[in-house]
Nanobody, 115 residues
Framework: QVQLVESGGGLVQPGGSLRLSCAAS????????MGWYRQAPGKQRELVAS???????NYADSVKGRFTISRDNAKNTASLQMNSLKPEDTAVYYC?????????WGQGTQVTVSS
């Protein structure tokens, strides 16, 4: 049973930074594609950033140059460093792990960017 637990969300002022972490258990983490998604109130869940098992990354245009996704296979964790945060980044952020046809979601962590 794959379990994903996010941490690191919170309230931050515009221009600030947060680092989200996703801890995985119950799987061979290094084989998994990892992604961070977000869902704002009244909007669809969208991909923010992803990283393959080989370390290739992909970012939504709205976060390019501000967010960085990384993974530590030895620690079974994936992280999302978020800099220069904007109010429009406010959302619940979800960690996602996939291998083949199997996908798993974390419970989500709230990020609020407000002065």
């Amino acid at each position: 049973q794959v379990q994903l637990v996010e941490s690191g969300g919170g309230l931050v002022q515009p221009g600030g930074s947060l680092r989200l972490s996703c801890a995985a258990s119950g799987t061979i983490f290094s084989r998994y594609y990892m992604g961070w998604y977000r869902q704002a109130p009244g909007k669809q869940r969208e991909l923010v950033a992803s990283i393959t098992s080989l370390g290739s990354t992909n970012y939504a245009d709205s976060v390019k140059g501000r967010f960085t996704i990384s993974r530590d296979n030895a620690k079974n964790t994936a992280s999302l460093q978020m800099n220069s945060l904007k109010p429009e980044d406010t959302a619940v952020y979800y960690c996602y792990a996939a291998s083949g046809a199997a996908g798993h979601w974390g419970q989500g962590t709230q990020v609020t960017v407000s002065s």
